[in-house]
């Protein structure tokens, strides 16, 4: 398998990961946590180290989900004590626990591969290099094997429990109501998170591993209000800002985990413009056909009232619509040619006459 091919699969496979998971963060209002996680394991990770006498998978992965767990212990414990609020509890947790991981980093493994750049951007140009071996038989990538494991274990679990993330998600009260654990079910999704913001740790750092956690997902919102759309989206999304990312990088010669984040933001930025429905664009459209309507519909009561009055031949022109609607020509013009489409109203030059559809219009 070729260094390029490895980390195009290792950052599909982690986007997958984390962006059917981000849908229900997102859902949730719970982005902050991913980032609060995605930090807040690196102390762990280092003890996990430690107690190996050295970089090990299995140890660093046990020791940063069981920090990622004491920090939403703490955090849950803090908000339940009343005493500081959700969103401050998760900022006095994680800063603390990414610092303490930070000086034992620098304090102990300077030596190594896990340092402070790798912290935050990662190694996935090392992907390919980070050889699996059983029993002397090569398996192919690491990370990439890493990947793919959590992408099939979070999708998996989300098709497990879908009905009751779903259903928690959008009303804990009847959730829990029909017998549901709101609190069991959100237990479930902070381990996943906790795992998969461990797998994908060492691989892609801390800032990749956020971003594949909330962009794609809130990109996926601005497209479809139907949530198991949302969740393949997300997914989409997800691996397109890796292949995207990762062509961008060789083109540019830059980091490759930094070009994958800039390009789940390239698609967020795209979407959140011209997506059918949440774009701005599109609105900005809608808005002005319904300007335009309005204005087709009023040009019809205006044409129905002075109908058959002394002054219709006068009031029921286009030139004399300036002058009592305040309307400027250009406008006019594009109001009567709606109208007309619309079948309201009929144009012989610069005479203007209602219809009987745009009777019933008026009279609405």
Known sequence: MSYGLAMVLTGAGVAVACGVLGTF?????????ADAISHAILPGLVAGYWLANGPSLAAGLLGAVAAALLMVGFVELLTRSGLVAGDAAIGVAFPALFALGTVLITRHFSGVHLDADAILYGNIEFAGLDVWRVGGRV???RPVWVGAGLALANTALVVALFKELKVSTFDPGLAATVGLSPAAVQIAL???VAFTAAGAFSAVGAVLAVSFFIVPAATAYLWTDR???????SAAFGAASAVLGFT???RADTSVAGAMACAAGVLFGLSWLFAPKAGLVPRARQLARQRLQFAAETLAVHLMTHTGTPAEAEECTLSHLG???RWNDTWATAVVAEAVRRGWAVRDGERLRVTEAGRGVAAM
């Open 25 to 33: 963060l997102v859902l949730r209002r719970m982005a902050m946590v």
């Open 139 to 141: 398996l192919g990538p």
């Open 190 to 192: 902070m381990t996943a």
């Open 227 to 233: 949530l198991p759309r949302m969740v393949a989206l």
């Open 248 to 250: 961008a990088a060789v």
């Open 323 to 325: 002058e009592h609607l």
